[in-house]
T-cell receptor
Framework: SAVISQKPSRDICQRGTSLTIQCQVD?????MFWYRQQPGQSLTLIATANQGSEATYESGFVIDKFPISRPNLTFSTLTVSNMSPEDSSIYLC????????????FGQGTRLTVV | AQTVTQSQPEMSVQEAETVTLSCTYDTSESDYYLFWYKQPPSRQMILVIRQEAYKQQNATENRFSVNFQKAAKSFSLKISDSQLGDAAMYFCAYRPAYTGNQFYFGTGTSLTVIP
């Protein structure tokens, strides 16, 4: 199994500013993912963070708004840029191990409020 | 398109009783993995149980078991001897074995345990 540390756990930000969320895994993983989750709702995949190359974004999410870095196999960041109140949400980091049948592991999430 | 459907937004169970959460999925793949995740108010997603599609035997983990019906594309979770700590949001998830690494999540079922 893998343990994922995500920070900050919560933040309140002014509109127009940016926030970078960090995700650290305690072991090397093949895949890292970033999700957005509205309270009480399901997870929406923002992008897959690829080590050494650009992230792969899902429909409706763009790099300019959600730049992602993954400099190595254990670390990734997600930046929420030029924030508006609509960006208020929970952001979750997830990772998948190297085995075929491994599950996804999750960080504790970041609760973001934009005012 | 691969979709996961949880038709019960909310469920409740009396402490020590048994409850079953429903999940159906749609896929054209023959080999895949299915998961149930628990998300308590702390937001930490925790794996409850995993099922490989090629295995006919239903997975069990202590008080948690699944009823996997591959032909019907159904994957329900049974919680026996429910405890107060079981109260959480439960998400069913699907991942294809070979075509990509993305996890597909259902909309979740909020479980309340009544003392």
């Amino acid at each position: 199994s893998a343990v994922i540390s995500q920070k900050p756990s919560r933040d309140i930000c002014q509109r127009g500013t940016s926030l970078t969320i960090q995700c650290q895994v305690d072991s090397q993983v093949t895949m890292m993912f970033w999700y957005r989750q509205q309270p009480g709702q399901s997870l929406t995949l923002i992008a897959t963070a690829n080590q050494g190359s650009e992230a792969t974004y899902e429909s409706g999410f763009v790099i300019d708004k959600f730049p992602i870095s993954r400099p190595n196999l254990t670390f990734s960041t997600l930046t929420v840029s030029n924030m508006s109140p609509e960006d208020s949400s929970i952001y979750l980091c997830s990772a998948k191990g190297t085995g075929m049948n491994t599950e996804a592991f999750f960080g504790q999430g970041t609760r973001l409020t934009v005012v | 398109a691969q979709t996961v459907t949880q038709s019960q937004p909310e469920m409740s169970v009396q402490e020590a009783e048994t409850v079953t959460l429903s999940c159906t999925y749609d896929t054209s793949e023959s080999d895949y993995y299915l998961f149930w995740y628990k998300q308590p108010p702390s937001r930490q997603m925790i794996l409850v149980i995993r099922q490989e599609a090629y295995k006919q035997q239903n997975a069990t983990e202590n008080r948690f078991s699944v009823n996997f019906q591959k032909a019907a594309k159904s994957f329900s979770l049974k919680i026996s001897d429910s405890q107060l700590g079981d109260a959480a949001m439960y998400f069913c998830a699907y991942r294809p074995a070979y075509t990509g690494n993305q996890f597909y999540f259902g909309t979740g079922t909020s479980l309340t345990v009544i003392p």
